[in-house]
């Protein structure tokens, strides 16, 4: 006996048996149940989420030699017909392949015929979308009201290509991605039932593949098999596949985190040993970026793993935002590049490149490889207006947070509490958010949990931000003056009798 493919196989035969979709069979099930049928169904989707298979069991709920039910008995002759796709009743037409207008009047014209084995004449019209303008104008008054033993179903996966008068006759189901642990749940009973040894999370990662659509994941299910030879583990599923291990995606953030740009190019030249697809990496990259930022958001999550868990107190909420922004166009622009390679590492150097506290640690000598480049802990343990700048600039805070800590001055330091002033007129920027933000800032400052007070004072502060204000306006009167001063633009005004304009003066 032939082989058969397990999409084939394991093809569905009754709602019961379906993966997913549990919104659609509820409300056919209901009508069948209720026998409130309507002649126009239109099931929506993308590819291999069972849109003709329900249609299918469809025809077989409406055709059962035991009568209309939602549980065909799959027995009957008609039921066994169906299957094996000799029911003279139930007309598959694929829409690609009959896309003329001649096509659709050569079916409609057996419409008026009645059913020759079943109860109803079923039209199955897979990819109705590739019909021709005039194909649908010749189907829409059949489509409206056809005689009483016909039914019309019809699936597509591109329902914006249809008029719109075709979609107003009908019932329209729209199909969903199939999620990955249900496709992944249905990969292990097939594995289990076939006697095929796996790994659970080498099914998980094939499920993850198939992109929501169970036949593909039964299409590369039967790769898997032929490659691993019956024995399915991870390591073989990432081979054939060409998946990246989480493991990579840690180490170039573990460079990110450390700013080290040597490290960060010599795992990548390392990884470009095993000729990856660098758009999955990146793929990889923003689905972990988007772990790290729900552990940042709700770090009560248990179910992440203790490195995301890890990695989100490493980095700032900003980092993490600036990292998926970079590389998500990063993404898009990877097939413009000169080679993949060149364009992946140009995309993580953008990442450093442009993260502010690069430039702050490149002023000052790189600290050994096996040392934190983390900031000294100022030996007062009561601050000063003048020791607060020094700290405020190795937060990495940035926004709202940044303007809030500039506008403060420093009380006071114990062991895990840091006290700050702020002026009063600057009190309307006080909100949890922003206090959460400076404190994680403090606590990878002092590379230790730390709690933020900040009070309001009355009097004026000599905060960061009015030390820089005081500094600029400094700056734009020697600007100004040496502007002024400067004997080509005297001959200017002269020339022209100008007058200058001070306002327009920026210092460098």
């Known amino acids: 006996m032939s082989y058969q493919v397990l999409a084939r196989k394991w093809r569905p035969r009754t ?24 002649h126009a169904y239109l099931f929506t989707g993308t590819r291999g989420v069972g849109k003709t298979t329900i249609a299918r069991i469809f025809a077989k709920c409406l055709n059962c030699e035991k009568g209309i039910t939602a549980q065909p008995c ?6 066994q017909a169906i299957n094996a796709g000799k029911f003279l009743d139930l007309i598959e037409v694929d829409g690609a392949s009959r896309t003329k207008v001649e096509d659709t009047r050569e079916l409609l014209e057996n419409v008026q015929y009645t059913p020759n084995q079943g109860r109803y004449k079923i039209y199955l019209i897979d990819e109705v979308h590739m019909l021709s303008s005039h194909s649908f104008n010749a189907l829409l008054k059949t489509l409206e009201e056809p005689p009483a033993y016909v039914k019309f179903l019809l699936a597509t996966t591109d329902p914006k290509r249809l008029p719109i008068t075709v979609l107003s006759r009908c019932l329209q189901f729209n199909l969903k991605h199939v999620s990955i642990e249900k496709i992944a749940a249905q990969l292990a009973h097939i594995c289990t039932t076939e006697k095929i040894s796996f790994e659970a999370n080498a099914l998980q990662l094939l499920a993850k593949a198939a992109n929501g659509s169970m036949r593909d994941s039964l299409s590369l299910l039967d790769q898997l098999i032929a490659f691993c030879n019956k024995n399915i583990t991870l390591a073989e599923t990432q081979l054939m596949l060409g998946s990246i291990e989480q493991d990579v995606i840690f180490r170039l953030l573990d460079a990110l985190a450390k700013h080290d740009g040597k490290q960060l190019l010599t795992e990548i030249t390392e990884i470009a040993q095993y000729a990856p697809d660098f758009d999955q990496m990146l793929e990889e990259l923003l689905s972990t970026l988007h772990q790290i930022s729900i552990a940042q958001i709700i770090p009560e999550m248990n179910d992440l793993a203790e490195k995301i868990q890890a990695f989100a107190k490493l980095f700032s909420a900003e980092d993490i935002q600036l990292y998926y922004q970079i590389a998500l166009i990063g993404r898009r622009d990877l097939p413009l590049a000169p080679h993949p390679h060149a364009g992946f590492e140009m995309i993580m150097l953008r990442m450093l490149a442009f993260h502010p506290a690069l430039f702050k640690k490149t002023e000052t000598p790189a600290a050994p490889v096996t040392q934190k480049q983390t900031p000294e802990i100022p030996p007062l343990q009561t601050g000063t207006p003048e020791t607060w700048p020094q700290i405020l600039a190795n937060l990495q805070l940035s926004g709202m947070a940044l303007a809030l800590a500039s506008h403060c001055v420093l009380s006071h330091i114990s062991d895990n509490t840091v006290q700050l002033s702020l002026a009063a007129k600057h009190e309307s920027l006080l909100n949890k958010k922003l206090l959460e933000r400076i404190e994680q800032g403090l606590s990878r400052y002092f590379n230790k949990p730390m709690k933020l007070v900040i009070k309001t004072a009355a009097s004026e502060l000599e905060t960061p931000a009015l030390q820089q204000e005081k500094k600029y306006t400094e700056r734009q009167a020697d600007a100004t003056m040496s502007i002024k001063n400067n004997t080509q633009v005297q001959k200017i005004i002269d020339m022209f009798d100008a007058t200058l304009d001070i306002h327009s003066i920026k210092p460098i």
Do not use: W
């Open 15 to 38: 709602f019961q048996e379906m993966v997913g979709q549990e919104h659609i069979l509820r409300m056919l099930i209901n009508a069948l149940d209720n026998q409130r049928l309507h």
């Open 74 to 79: 799959d027995t009957c002759g008609t039921c």
